[in-house]
């Protein structure tokens, strides 16, 4: 099962609320990535967490906080968001060490930022 | 930061055309994969390579690792209609551990009826 899950698919917010996005693997992988991505580009680096602790932080805006549960579960906290944040939001998973590198991503959210 | 050439950005062809793509780094790389993205999809890994030389199929897809380590291409041979998509080349720096993916702009590949 190679499935890593995200919700919601959708999400439309307001520069003042607060929101999470959540992401799901049950692969044991002990990676996971946030990843962002605007319309007809790639996708963009955002978070790294290896073993639940934060490896990377691609000088991304603290208006976005990742957290790491558990092994299997990664989440993204959105806070007083721009208009310009608005994208589709990809989680992927991998398995650090042993020489397998490859991600799995979720469906993505698409959020909207008003 | 590193940057990926992925060349050619669209491709128009008719079906059961060949295809080829290809990416193009000034770094080296160690692992290097393709993805297909579908509108309103997240990426799907299509094939991944580890070594310098390495010519991996899968079905109709075909992928190489270039010996410089800097390169690879990707070939898709009759294409049919549900081809149509975002094909992403990413690499993966040297070095261990999780790390992110540095991706190519993306080859559009339209299949013309």
């Known amino acids: 099962d190679t499935e890593v899950t995200q919700t919601p698919k959708h999400l439309v917010m307001g520069m003042t609320n607060k929101k999470s996005l959540k992401c799901e693997q049950h692969m044991g992988h002990r990676a996971m990535y946030w990843y962002k991505q605007k319309a007809k580009k790639p996708p963009e680096l955002m978070f790294v967490?290896?073993?639940?602790?934060?490896?990377i932080n691609e000088s991304v805006p603290s208006r976005f906080s990742p957290e790491c549960p558990n092994s299997s579960l990664l989440n993204l906290h959105l806070h007083a968001l721009q208009p310009e944040d608005s994208a589709l939001y990809l989680c992927?998973?991998?398995?650090?060490?042993?020489?397998?590198?490859?991600?799995?991503f979720g469906p993505g959210t698409r959020l909207t930022v008003t | 930061g590193q940057q990926l050439n992925q060349s050619p950005q669209s491709m128009f062809i008719q079906e059961g055309e060949d295809v080829s793509m290809n990416c193009t780094s000034s770094?080296?790389?160690?692992?290097w994969l393709w993805y297909k993205q579908e509108p309103g999809e997240g990426p799907v890994l299509l094939i991944a390579l580890y070594k310098a030389g390495e010519l991996t199929s899968n079905g109709r897809l075909t992928a190489q690792f270039g010996i410089t380590r800097k390169d690879s291409f990707l070939n898709i041979s009759a294409s049919i209609p549900s081809d149509v998509g975002i094909y992403f080349c990413?690499?993966?720096?040297?070095?261990?551990?999780?790390?992110?993916?540095?991706f190519g702009k993306g080859t559009h590949l339209i299949i013309q009826p």
């Open positions: 770094s080296i790389f160690n692992t």
């Open positions: 992927a998973s991998s398995q650090p060490g042993q020489g397998i590198y490859e991600q799995y």
């Open positions: 990413a690499g993966r720096r040297k070095g261990g551990g999780a790390d992110g993916l540095t």
């Open positions: 967490y290896s073993y639940e602790k934060l490896s």
